[in-house]
């Protein structure tokens, strides 16, 4: 597609429910990350995917959650045994990925990350 | 580790003024930055970026500003108008080994523009 599409848009939820959050980067964008977004905060770094490995996990705030991406495109951030502090926009953004370099040494993308409009969790 | 943050998380500035908006990092290993622009219910959207071999860069009404010494990055925003009301968000990367890529976020400056 034209854009980083994510699904669903809106989620509300019961606690302690299994939710699983959609991502569908831009076609050929070898680099994906998920983001979390609480309500009038900053964006929180979750995982990277750089094609379908995850060289960093960090971010990623406990066992219950976990991600996965298949076919170096559609990602999903599943998110288990949903608690309360868990509501917040997940934010999913791809880009070029890996950076080429000239033979001189610079690099020649230009790394910018490309959004969706995010998927809204609400856990009651 | 690194972080990313800013100086004032909520800005006011009259129509027509122009709008600084600040960001410091700390890993001085970062080699590029970039400045978001997030409406409410969307997602950031891309305003300007800056590689760390410069120290200032212009687009249409916006500057960014990079001063490697202090670890500080500005934006500033030429006689800002009611559509500039957002969160500004900047964000720096680091290439990790292998080259990969992480890109972290500050926390965020609400801009409002007042008529």
């Known amino acids: 597609g034209a854009g980083v599409s994510q699904s669903p848009s809106n989620k509300v939820t019961e606690k302690g429910k299994d939710v699983e959050l959609r991502c569908d980067p831009i076609?050929?964008?070898?680099?994906l990350y998920w983001y979390r977004q609480r309500l009038g905060q900053g964006l929180e770094f979750l995982i990277y995917?750089?094609?379908?490995?995850?060289?960093?996990k960090s971010g990623l705030p406990s066992d219950r959650f976990s991600a996965e991406r298949t076919g170096e495109s559609v990602s999903t951030l599943t998110i288990q045994r949903t608690q309360q502090e868990d509501s917040a926009v997940y934010l999913c953004a791809s880009s070029l990925g890996t950076l080429r370099y000239r033979t001189s040494g610079a690099p020649t993308n230009t790394g910018e990350l490309f959004f969706g409009e995010g998927s809204r969790l609400t856990v009651l | 580790g690194e972080s990313v943050g800013l100086h004032l998380p909520t800005l006011s500035v009259q129509e027509g003024d122009n709008s600084i908006i600040n960001c410091a990092y700390s890993?001085?290993?970062?080699?590029?930055f970039i400045w978001y622009k997030q409406e409410s219910g969307k997602g950031p959207q891309f305003i300007i970026d800056i590689r760390s071999n410069m120290d200032k860069r212009q687009g249409q009404r916006v500057t960014v500003l990079l001063n490697k010494t202090v670890k500080h990055l500005s934006l500033q925003i030429a006689a800002t108008q009611p559509g500039d009301s957002a969160v500004y968000f900047c964000a720096a990367r680091i290439l990790n080994s292998g080259g990969y890529q992480k890109v972290t976020f500050g926390t965020g400056t609400k801009l409002q523009v007042i008529p």
């Open positions: 890993n001085s290993a970062s080699d590029y």
């Open positions: 076609s050929g964008h070898t680099a």
């Open positions: 995917f750089q094609g379908n490995s995850a060289p960093d």
